[in-house]
Nanobody, 124 residues
Framework: QVQLVESGGGLVQTGGSLTLSCATSGVTFSTHTMAWFRQAPGKEREFVACDRRTTNTYYADSVKGRFTISRDNAKKTLYLKMDTLKPEDTAVYYC??????????????????WGQGTQVTVPT
């Protein structure tokens, strides 16, 4: 049984930092593409960052230079370090795992497994 469990969300002031974690089980972590998506109220789920088995990382333009994705294959855990947070970063953040190829990494449909999400709130 595959499980992805996010943690680390919370309320943080503008300019602050948070690090999200995604603990996985039941998935061959080292061979899967791992990603973070987010969904704000009333909006579609959007791509945030992706780690293609540590060979390459990719970011949405809106977070590039502020967020850093990383993974620990030994712990089977994915991370998202978020710096210089802005109110527009407020959303539920989801961890995802799949066999996404490069052309599909930004498409939620390319990921087979999802966590339950963790809320990040940056008040205006």
């Amino acid at each position: 049984q595959v499980q992805l469990v996010e943690s680390g969300g919370g309320l943080v002031q503008t300019g602050g930092s948070l690090t999200l974690s995604c603990a996985t089980s039941g998935v061959t972590f080292s061979t899967h593409t791992m990603a973070w998506f987010r969904q704000a109220p009333g909006k579609e789920r959007e791509f945030v960052a992706c780690d293609r088995r540590t060979t390459n990382t990719y970011y949405a333009d809106s977070v590039k230079g502020r967020f850093t994705i990383s993974r620990d294959n030994a712990k089977k855990t994915l991370y998202l370090k978020m710096d210089t947070l802005k109110p527009e970063d407020t959303a539920v953040y989801y961890c995802a795992a799949g066999r996404a190829i490069l052309s599909t990494i930004r498409n939620p449909d390319a990921y087979a497994y999802w966590g339950q999400g963790t809320q990040v709130t940056v008040p205006t």
